[in-house]
């Protein structure tokens, strides 16, 4: 529901009580789950990520020839199958903070530079 609902109407245009209401529960139930709206974007953002690395993991699994064509693929069909995913992920502005490092930067070993 709340994927849907901020795909559909951004950030600024779902409420708590909105969200509580297509639940069908109280509009405090929410509050027992979560902080805020941010957090249950948060949330579902973060499902959105991990959904689509675990589809593009898959792809990359092809062998090399086949590689870059299956992860392009796998990138629109995700995009396709899954446009409210895809618009929490890469279009929605919202506000990030420290308590979802999921969403943030992810660290990676770094290879070192050839100067």
């Known amino acids: 529901v709340a994927t849907e609902r ?3 109407f951004g950030y ?3 409420t708590m009580r909105q969200l509580a209401e ?3 529960c109280s509009p405090k139930t929410p509050y027992r789950y979560f902080k805020d709206k941010a957090d249950i974007l948060a949330t579902v953002r973060a499902q959105a990520f ?3 690395a675990d589809t ?3 792809a990359s699994k092809a062998p090399p020839s086949e590689r870059g064509w299956k992860v392009a ?3 629109l069909r995700f995009a396709l199958h899954n446009p409210h995913a895809y618009r929490i992920m890469f279009d929605i502005d ?3 903070d420290e308590s979802h490092p999921e969403l ?3 660290t990676c070993r770094r290879t070192p530079r050839l100067n």
Do not use: C, T
Request: proline residues 8%.
């Open 104 to 106: 943030g930067p992810q």
């Open 94 to 96: 919202a506000p990030i």
């Open 50 to 52: 991990r959904k689509f």
């Open 6 to 8: 901020f795909a559909r």
């Open 56 to 58: 593009l993991e898959e």
């Open 12 to 14: 600024e245009g779902v």
């Open 73 to 75: 693929e796998s990138y």
């Open 22 to 24: 297509a639940l069908g």
